[in-house]
């Protein structure tokens, strides 16, 4: 079990940026190709901008060509909460952190083997803590 965190809507305005706001609290999404972490290739960790929770690890990127950090499987299967996006006139499972609920991005089901899913995640959702 994780423990929630909750914080009012002024304290959310406060600790994030403008574009972390957008993103992790009203479900927004990043132009393609243009996040900080989407080419990354160092070892480490992803952790929620939010609260900074690890989330993902570079074990599990690859490179999906769609322009978005993408990986195959959290770093822990209940770092991250799914639900049904419906928004856009489309049928997607939106991801969003266990812990803060920030929004992450969506995963899809044309990811590689093992599990075949392709957690496509907003580069400004993400910390990026290298391995030591």
């Known amino acids: 079990m994780v423990d929630k965190i909750d914080k009012s809507d002024a304290e959310w305005r ?6 972390q ?19 990354t290739k160092e070892v480490g960790r992803y ?6 929770t690890a989330l993902f690890s570079s ?13 195959w499987q959290p770093l822990v299967k209940d770092a991250v909460e799914t639900e049904t996006d419906t928004s856009h ?9 266990a812990r803060c609920g ?16 392709r957690y496509c ?3 400004v959702s993400l910390d990026f803590e290298p391995e030591a």
């Open 21 to 39: 706001y957008r993103v992790l609290r009203q479900q927004g999404t990043e132009p393609a190709f243009t996040g900080a972490h989407w080419a």
């Open 89 to 97: 006139g489309m049928v997607r499972t939106e991801v969003h952190c």
């Open 14 to 19: 406060a600790e994030l940026t403008p574009e």
């Open 121 to 123: 995640v907003n580069s």
């Open 102 to 117: 920030s929004h992450l991005g969506h995963v899809f089901p044309d990811g590689p083997h093992p599990n075949g899913e």
């Open 59 to 71: 074990a599990h990127k690859f490179d999906s060509g769609t322009g978005w950090p993408s990986f």
């Open 47 to 52: 952790l929620c901008a939010g609260c900074g």
